[in-house]
Structure formats: structure tokens, C-alpha cells
């Protein structure tokens, strides 16, 4: 490629100039300019959908901002997609711009998306989506055989398609498939393909030389590659490349010879070769079709890189980016882009610093026998020079700056589906506009514009679109505070299309599948499930149809934990009726009638569990304890302060008017008081049902001892015993305090575990680890401390004491007073007595001098 003649550029055969490309090329992007500006063809032919044809002048808008891509769909499918990105250093692009710059015609050439859409259909369990993810699309859109191992842009390998679609996965294609690129470096001598392209192509520049010469240089190593491995016997391939050829020679009757074609150098042998019109429409004769709509979206740098899953993607999209982009002296503009990184972080980086990695860099390629520094020498300046040998910092540059976090932007004149355009008017309305950074968004429901936000995001989420994922909010736990995640993917804009047979607007389109989801649902928690949703969602008009559904579903359904795994969903709801303005009387009632129903049901379910049963129903007890608490208030709210019961779903009619503020709470600990003494309920059951009672206030310490050493006795089976302490103060719910401060308890624990026998320890000793490892440091240690004492001093503190377990009678002065100063000083009170104490001192100078 090097050594091409200048002769053979200007002697270049008569007919279409055969531009052959790497795709996401910034060497191949700035060599069809050239050779662009050198031809001055009448028309430029890309290799693409031809349906994209009359959305190329879009690609000259003011607001087009690349990395951008064309997506197609089937309209009556569309999860059915394919993508063709392109970036500002992609050939593709280039060419488009050129056209339009210079007012020549552009179009696509290659096999319209209607039959690549439908390709396949039959074979979806062996699809592979374009982008990366397994969709009923696009088995090939546009992929040689040789270029799906390699991948087609820079650092991918492979001189391939723009779209990067994997090949043939149904396995009609050969055994083993040929890297171009690879066998051509390794026929010069590199043993990596990435440095061969960089040092041939990248670092060449277009200089004065022919603007010809590297893609004849191309055609011909092609062309030996195919001759040596042949076309791959790939049909698809076959089939494009027959479509592509037609398509040129229809060119050529409009146009003459004055026609520039920019495609996958692989397949510029097959358009160079002599072909009959007849034999070409005879491979297109049959295509299955199904109808597709296109358009532009925005598309990021991460799904240009092949680390995200994207097939045809680049290692390195910010770097080539920048090797684009920039005049001149590359490596020093480089280098002073990581030391501002590294700056912006708070890391010591300073103009030396850039001077010697840029001495470094250049050192490490003339070592390396390369004209310029690659990244990988830029890379280990970096390291050495900036970050000091850390590869901490260094993922840092690799994440911001070698693969970035650009996201392009699409006129709003492109096509749309209708729920695309109103989710971009609610977007500029809220002022949230996508990005591809990840960020956190902090909202305050109390405010109608966070809340506007808050409503979208989840309508969004109910649609399959997951632009944010909600995380615990860090600065408060209050109901009123929401914490997002937010991240722009391009594939989000399938999402959208596939929404858009819901409704033509967000909320119509998350009301219809909210509906159609409560119907659909298996069980009774998915319909809790999707009522928290809708409140959340702020959907009123589906919400009448869930709860109907949810109210039949737990009018049927006999199974205790089903109807405990929903109560806590339920009641979650009930919070946001305040901070949302949401009427929940409807969701109140419903919660009502399931937690009447699971007092009834619970003490018969406990019956003969066992251990992993066990375990499993004393979760669901601590839910529905949790629960209760807040569903007590919301049904006095509800129903207003006096007012009775409205009758719910499983709630007697003589019963509705019993269920008021507090009822609630005093039968379930009546339904704790019958799980604590059965001897047929698990001991973890029985345990936990204890400790609930004391930590409500309802069962007193001396009863709580009294049923502690009933289940510690003698005659109670070692495991059995053991469980019963995993439940009581297990569960990371705070038993391991309740220890500390109760010796009376510790004390019954540590008199039965001494008197375990050897065998019986060794089949407990599983589960004490399990309940005590769940403590904190801090308490293993004070228990641990109080074991040591032994029981004779516990004892005697305790019995000299005030009556009060684990403190003493009297106030011990000396550690008091210790704590004293530190006190006044977080009070303030030092700073108020010193200022009262200025104050007298100035009124008496204002009396002196009166």
C-alpha cells in the first residue's frame, strides 16, 4: 500500500472510482476526502440502505452533531432493527458531507433494509442483534465474512460495513473465516493488525501524493486476499454485493463514468468484476420483505467501542476521534488533554509533566521501529510520566477521553414515531435532556417539576425504557426525595419505537400497558407489583382496572405467602399519597382485607415448616410487621378521623368497621402472641415473634426471659433452641443491643450454650455463626467483653444496681465530667455564655460613659 506508484494513481482504469474503506476510519475518512476532492464525481454512491436516501439532507442541519446512526425497523415489529452509526471520522460521513457541501448527488447502494430486516426471520434463535443484543433483527446487516471476526472500523480490524452486523449465524457460511487485515500484516511482518493499519494508513497522512493510490493499493491486496480464500461462499454477501452492482451500473447510465462509490474495500473486487444484469437479478429474485421505517438517532462513543457489546465497534472511538480532528502535532495535543483530565480530578499534573510523556511517547516509537506514536505508546507515557505507574488513574483517561462520552444529536425535522417526539417536547420541557455521561439526578417531590420528572422516568421504566434506574438517596430517607441514575443508550430509541404501538404519547402509551400488564400477570405480587408502579407512574386511568384485578386475584388466592410477599408492596404505595397527591382509598382498602386475611391464615401456615420453609415465612413475618405499621395510619387517613371501615375485599361486613387507626396493630399482636407459644411453629418463628412483641411494648422483659428459657431448656432439642435464638436476636435487627443491655438474656444464652453437649454444638454451630456474624464489630466485641466477665460479676452489677439491666445505680461523676467540655462545644453553650459576658461588658461602658 505504501509502495504504489504515483503512475497508477493517475492511470487508474476507466469506469465508477471504487473508494475501498476501513469503516470508523479516520485514515480512510481523510483519504476519500481527498480522493473526493480530486475526482470531482457527479455522483457519490455509499454503501448503506437505499431507503436512508431521503434522509441524507439532515445530515448538512445545523443540529446534526455525529456520532449519530440510521436506524431501521419493521413497522409491524419494531424490536426488529438494525443500526448503521457513523461518526465524524467515518468515511461514510465524510463522503455524505462532501456531497452535500458541493451540491453532488448521494445515495445508498446497498441491499435495502426491507429484505435485510426480513432475513432470518426463521432463524431468530441464531440471530444476533447489530448492536449487540439478541433481538429477531438483523442477522447480517451488512458484515463480510471476513470482516465479522475483525470488525470493520480502525482498532477493530477488518476493512468491513458501517452497520457491523455479525455474519451468518445460522452456520451456511465456511468453517474458518479470514481476517483481511491480519493476513496482511502478518505477510509484512507485524504480529499485531492494529499497529500494521496505524503505521500504513493512519500515520501516512494524504500529503501531495496521489489521492488514488492507497485505494488501489487496497483493491489489489483485496483482491489477492479473495482469490487466495476465496468470497467466503457466503450467500448474503453474495447478495449484496449483486444488489450493489446493479445499483452502480444504474449510476453509470445517468451519469457516466463521473461516479465515486465508498464501500467496504472486501467488497470492491466483487464490484469491480464483470457481471451480467440477469445473473445479478437472478441472486435478488425471492428476497423475503417486510415493511421498514428509518430515521437518524443519536448514537455514543461507548457503542462505537467493542467493549460495549457493539460488533463492528472500535477500541478506541476518542482517540480516533481525535486523530481526525486535530491540524497538526497530535501527540502534543494529546498529551495536554489528559493533563487537563487529570487536572479537572485533583491530580498534581503539570507542563513538565506533558514535555517528557510527550518525550516518552515519541522515545518508545523509534525504539519500536514506529513512524509516529500509537496509543499504546502514548498510553505507557501516560502511565509512567502522569500517573506515576497506577493504572487507576489511567482507566480514568481510558474511560473520558480514549473511548469518551460524546452523544450525538439529531435535528428534531427527523422522522419520528409519534411517542418520540412527545417524550423529546416532555424533555425540553423538564429541562432533562439525554446524555451519555452517567450522572445522578437528585429530585424533591415537593416540587412540581421534580415531581414532572419523577413521573416520567417511571412511566418510562413501565414502558421498558430504562433511561434511569432509581438509587437510595444518600442525603435523606424521607418519602419525598428520589435518586436517579440516568444514562442515554442509543438502543433506548428501539425502546421507544417498540412503546409506540402502546399510545402516541407517554402517558397514554404507559396507562395502555400498565392495563393490559394486570391482566396479563401470573401472580398476585406482580399485580402489587404493577399498583406501586402506576402510583408511582401517577397513571389514574389504569390504576381503576389494576386494583380491580388485584382485588379479585386476592379474593382467590389462599396462599399465605403469596398474600405476604404483596401486603409490603401495597403499603409501600400508601407513602406516596401525600407527596404525590395520589387518592389511595382504593389501594387502602385492598391492603386491608390482605392483612386480615393473613392473620387468619399465618398461625395455620407456621404449622410443620421445615428449616429453608422456615426461614422463608419468618421473612415474610418481619414484612408484614413493617408493613402494618404504616398501613394502620393510611387507613385512618383514608377514612377520615371517627369515620368506620368501607368494606374491602375479604373483610366481613361485621368486621369493616373494627379495621380503624390502631385495630390493625392490636391483631397482629394477637397473631404473634398465638405464633409465640405453639410448640408446632419453628422455633425461628417463634423466636422472632417474641422479639417483635418486645420491641413493640407489648410483652414485657421478665415474659420475654420467662419464654427464652422455656425454649432453652433442657428438654428442647439443641437445633430447635438454636433457632429460637436466630430468631429473637437474628436477622441483623438489632438483637446483638438488646444483648448488651439485657444481661438477663445474655445470661440464659450463654448458660444454655455452655451446657450443649459436644455432638449437639458441632450441628448448632452453623447457625449461632450465621446469627451472631450479622453484628457489628463493635457489639461482638462488648458481648465478647460481658462473656469474659463471666456470670458471677454480670451479676452482682446487675443485682447492685439500679434495676435497670447493664447500667449502674449511681452516676459515675468522673467519666461524666470527662464528656462535659465536648458537650458545651457541639451545644454551643461556650460561645453564648462569652458572648452574654461581652454584652454586660459593653452596657456597662455604655452606662460609664452615659
Request: charged share 25%; hydrophobic share 40%; with cysteine.
Amino acid at each position: 500500500m505504501t509502495g504504489v506508484d504515483r503512475s497508477c494513481g493517475e492511470g487508474r482504469s476507466a469506469g465508477p472510482l471504487l473508494l475501498g474503506v476501513r469503516h470508523h476510519g479516520p485514515g480512510s475518512a481523510r483519504t476519500v476526502r481527498a480522493a473526493l476532492d480530486a475526482a470531482q464525481p457527479r455522483v457519490v454512491l455509499i454503501e448503506g440502505p437505499p431507503e436512508a436516501d431521503a434522509l441524507i439532507e439532515l445530515a448538512g442541519d445545523a443540529d446534526m452533531r455525529p456520532p449519530v446512526a440510521l436506524l431501521a425497523h419493521a413497522v409491524d415489529e419494531p424490536g426488529r432493527s438494525a443500526f448503521w452509526p457513523m461518526a465524524e471520522f467515518s468515511p461514510e460521513w465524510v463522503a455524505i458531507r462532501w456531497a452535500l457541501e458541493h451540491e453532488v448527488p448521494a445515495r445508498f447502494i446497498d441491499l435495502p433494509a426491507t429484505h435485510t430486516l426480513a432475513w432470518g426471520r426463521d432463524e431468530e434463535s441464531a440471530c444476533v442483534e447489530q448492536d449487540g443484543g439478541p433481538t429477531p433483527a438483523d442477522e447480517d446487516g451488512g458484515q463480510s465474512p471476513a470482516d465479522e471476526d475483525a470488525g470493520p472500523a480502525p482498532s477493530g480490524g477488518g476493512a468491513g460495513e458501517p452497520d457491523g452486523a455479525q455474519g451468518d449465524a445460522s452456520g451456511s457460511g465456511p468453517d474458518v473465516r479470514v481476517d483481511p487485515l491480519a493476513v496482511l500484516a502478518d505477510a509484512a511482518g507485524y504480529d499485531d493488525p492494529e499497529r500494521w493499519w496505524e503505521d500504513v494508513v493512519e500515520h501516512r497522512g494524504v500529503g501531495d501524493g496521489d489521492a488514488f493510490a492507497p485505494f488501489l493499493g487496497l483493491e489489489e491486496a483485496m483482491g489477492a486476499l479473495r482469490e487466495a480464500y476465496g468470497s467466503g461462499g457466503h450467500e448474503r454477501d453474495l447478495v449484496r454485493e449483486a444488489y450493489m452492482r446493479l445499483q452502480v451500473r444504474s449510476a453509470q447510465r445517468e451519469f457516466g463514468d463521473d461516479v465515486a462509490v465508498v464501500c467496504g474495500a472486501w467488497h470492491v473486487p466483487a464490484l469491480r468484476q464483470k457481471s451480467t444484469v440477469a445473473a445479478d437479478k437472478a441472486l435478488l429474485k425471492g428476497l423475503p420483505k417486510v415493511k421498514a421505517d428509518m430515521t437518524w438517532v443519536p448514537w455514543t462513543n461507548r457503542r462505537l467501542a467493542r467493549a460495549s457489546g457493539y460488533g463492528a465497534g472500535i477500541d478506541s472511538p476518542g482517540w480516533y476521534g481525535h486523530l481526525f480532528g486535530v491540524p497538526d502535532r497530535p501527540v502534543e495535543r494529546w498529551m495536554t488533554k489528559v493533563a487537563g483530565l487529570l487536572r479537572d480530578e485533583d491530580r498534581i499534573v503539570s507542563s513538565a509533566h506533558v514535555i517528557e510523556a510527550v518525550r516518552l511517547a515519541e522515545t518508545l516509537a523509534a525504539m519500536r521501529g514506529r513512524p509516529l506514536p500509537g496509543l499504546g505508546e502514548m498510553t505507557d507515557a501516560v502511565r509512567a510520566v502522569m500517573c506515576e505507574g497506577s493504572d487507576v488513574p489511567l482507566a480514568l483517561v481510558r474511560d473520558r477521553l480514549v473511548v469518551g462520552d460524546v452523544l450525538g444529536e439529531v435535528p428534531r425535522s427527523a422522522p419520528a414515531v409519534p411517542l418520540q417526539r412527545d417524550l423529546d417536547r416532555i424533555q425540553r420541557r423538564l429541562r432533562l435532556k439525554p446524555e451519555a455521561l452517567e450522572r445522578e439526578l437528585d429530585l424533591d417531590l415537593r416540587k412540581e417539576n421534580d415531581a414532572e420528572r419523577s413521573r416520567l422516568l417511571h412511566r418510562l421504566r413501565l414502558l421498558g425504557v430504562e433511561w434511569g434506574e432509581p438509587v437510595s438517596s444518600r442525603g435523606s430517607t424521607g418519602t419525598f426525595r428520589e435518586t436517579w441514575r440516568l444514562r442515554w443508550e442509543p438502543e433506548l430509541s428501539v425502546r421507544i419505537a417498540e412503546a409506540g404501538v402502546w399510545g402516541t404519547t407517554v402517558f397514554a402509551a404507559a396507562t395502555a400497558k400498565a392495563e393490559a400488564g394486570a391482566v396479563a400477570a401470573q401472580g398476585l405480587a406482580d399485580v402489587t407489583a404493577l399498583a406501586e408502579r402506576c402510583l408511582l407512574a401517577d397513571l389514574p386511568d389504569a390504576l381503576p382496572v389494576v386494583m380491580r384485578i388485584l382485588a379479585d386475584r386476592a379474593a382467590l388466592d389462599a396462599d399465605v405467602g403469596h398474600l405476604a410477599q404483596a401486603l409490603p408492596a401495597l403499603v409501600r404505595s400508601l407513602r406516596y399519597g401525600d407527596v404525590r397527591g395520589t387518592d389511595t382509598k382504593a389501594l387502602t382498602e385492598v391492603a386491608a382485607g390482605l392483612a386480615e386475611r393473613i392473620f387468619v391464615g399465618l398461625p395455620p401456615a407456621c404449622a410443620a415448616l421445615d428449616a429453608d420453609a422456615a426461614e422463608e415465612m419468618r421473612r415474610h413475618v418481619d414484612a408484614v410487621h413493617g408493613a402494618l405499621g404504616l398501613l394502620g395510619n393510611a387507613v385512618a387517613s383514608a377514612r377520615g378521623e371517627g369515620e368506620g371501615v368501607t368494606e374491602g375485599p375479604g373483610i366481613a361486613s361485621g368486621d369493616s368497621a373494627a379495621l380503624g387507626h390502631g385495630v390493625l396493630r392490636n391483631r397482629w399482636h394477637g397473631v404473634l402472641r398465638v405464633l409465640s407459644g405453639r410448640d408446632t411453629v419453628p422455633g425461628v418463628i417463634r423466636g422472632r415473634s417474641v422479639r417483635l412483641l418486645l420491641d413493640d411494648g407489648e410483652l414485657a422483659q421478665e415474659e420475654a426471659a420467662r419464654l427464652m428459657g422455656l425454649a432453652l431448656s433442657p428438654g428442647t432439642p439443641p437445633g430447635d433452641a438454636a433457632a429460637w435464638i436466630e430468631g429473637f436476636v437474628g436477622g441483623g435487627s438489632g438483637g446483638g443491643m438488646l444483648l448488651v443491655h439485657d444481661e438477663r438474656l445474655l445470661g440464659l444464652v450463654d448458660a444454655w450454650l455452655t451446657g450443649v453437649s459436644a455432638e449437639a454444638f458441632t450441628d448448632v454451630l452453623p447457625l449461632l455463626r450465621r446469627t451472631f456474624s450479622a453484628y457489628e464489630a463493635g457489639v461482638r466485641r462488648t458481648l465478647g467483653e460481658l462473656v469474659r466477665r463471666g456470670p458471677g460479676e454480670r451479676g452482682s452489677r446487675a443485682a447492685g444496681g439500679s434495676g435497670v439491666p447493664g447500667f449502674r445505680a449511681e452516676l459515675d461523676a468522673e467519666r461524666a465530667d470527662a464528656v462535659v467540655p465536648v458537650v458545651r462545644l457541639l451545644l454551643g453553650l461556650d460561645r453564648v455564655e462569652e458572648d452574654a459576658e461581652s454584652d454586660v461588658g459593653a452596657n456597662k461602658l455604655v452606662g460609664a460613659t452615659g
